[in-house]
């Protein structure tokens, strides 16, 4: 066995006697504060760092973005990392979806599964609502099989989701997604962990790395005639992905490569 292998090895099984520990740990504790607030950053000077010229593009984008989707209020009470992000997955919303066919004449119920602290259901919200909700009444439920990982301002991943939280149709519940009599029209899995150690760095138990029964989860929860959209990290997890989807005996709409300046 190779040096690096003989390392990796090591390394995994330093996280799968750390995880076993860690992980049911915080699932005992639980642990919840009252009192996180966002406030708002001043966002005039979002792109100085990439010089004049592509700054007045840049700032063109993020201002069609801004009224196509009903931005302004969450521009006037968000951080600019968050902004920016939220920016991100809309166009990455975009690309993902561009040309799609839904069954009905709206789309009412979206599923997320393992959406960290939800630091993108703006984007995710404002998409749905203004490209396939139609005005219409929905509801979009994220699962976070690890909610109550702390972060170093002394929040936990579950305080911060409901802090990003706006609308009273937006759901996070602590816990992995199981399959049931519910069905939704959109299924969202962002950078899902296809490769244990990577399912390990994050602090997650071995015995939860189970990529193949998630997707299978995924598919049965989508309505027929539903979509699943996935976004993966790099083309290495991309034909991981791949072949999940083809052990499945699904064949994607598309696959695509998703750049965003």
Not at 25 to 38: A, F, N, P, S
Not at 165 to 194: M, N, T, W
Request: aromatic residues 14%; charged residues 25%; proline residues 5%.
């Amino acid at each position: 066995m190779a040096y690096n292998q003989i390392m990796q090895w090591l390394i995994n099984l330093y996280l799968i006697l750390r995880n076993s520990i860690d992980f049911p740990l915080r699932r005992l504790i639980r642990w919840r504060r009252k009192g996180l607030e966002i406030h708002n950053e001043f966002k005039g000077e979002m792109f100085a760092r990439f010089g004049p010229e592509k700054e007045m593009e840049l700032n063109e984008i993020e201002v069609q973005l801004r009224e196509k989707y009903w931005l302004q209020d969450f521009y006037d009470h968000s951080t600019v990392e968050n902004y920016l992000e939220n920016l991100y997955y809309l166009q990455m919303l975009e690309a993902g979806l561009e040309g799609i066919e839904f069954p009905g004449p709206i789309i009412t119920r979206v599923l997320d599964t393992g959406p960290s602290h939800w630091f993108y259901v703006q984007a995710l919200g404002r998409y749905v609502h203004t490209n396939m909700g139609k005005g219409q009444s929905m509801t979009m439920e994220a699962y976070e099989i690890d909610p109550y990982r702390i972060y170093s301002d002394y929040y936990s991943r579950f305080d911060h989701a409901k802090a990003h939280i706006r609308q009273k149709f937006h759901s996070y519940f602590p816990d992995a997604y199981k399959p049931g009599e519910k069905k939704f029209d959109l299924v969202i899995s962002f950078f899902p962990f296809v490769f244990l150690t990577d399912h390990l760095k994050w602090g997650l138990p071995i015995w939860n790395f189970k990529p193949s029964q998630m997707l299978n989860d995924q598919l049965e929860a989508l309505k027929h005639g539903g979509v699943l959209l996935i976004a993966n990290q790099g083309k290495d997890e991309q034909e991981k992905q791949l072949a999940l989807l083809d052990d499945a005996g699904i064949t994607p709409i598309r696959a695509l490569e998703f750049q965003s300046p």
